[in-house]
């Protein structure tokens, strides 16, 4: 696979090959070789972004999501 996608993931090449072959993840197949852009990894890991909220508590209950 791809060392170079895996750090750029900051995941193992295992995890790499695991995307690739449930095709979660663009890849190009070039010959016998899987390859990536760095654009395709970006818009994979921004896929997955979760923005924080705020919890506002009171009396042991939550009285507001933001």
């Known amino acids: 696979m791809s060392p170079e996608a895996a750090e750029?993931?900051?995941t193992?090449?295992?995890?790499?090959?695991?995307?690739?072959a449930e095709r979660r993840v663009v890849f190009y197949k070039v010959g016998?070789?899987?390859r990536?852009?760095?654009?395709?990894?970006?818009?994979?890991?921004q896929a997955?972004?979760?923005d924080p909220i705020e919890i506002?508590?009171?009396g042991g209950r939550v009285v507001s999501l933001r």
């Open 8 to 10: 750029y993931l900051l």
């Open 36 to 45: 990536f852009a760095a654009a395709d990894l970006e818009s994979f890991v």
């Open 48 to 50: 997955g972004r979760v």
């Open 56 to 58: 506002r508590w009171c």
């Open 32 to 34: 016998g070789h899987v």
């Open 12 to 20: 193992s090449e295992r995890f790499i090959r695991r995307l690739v």
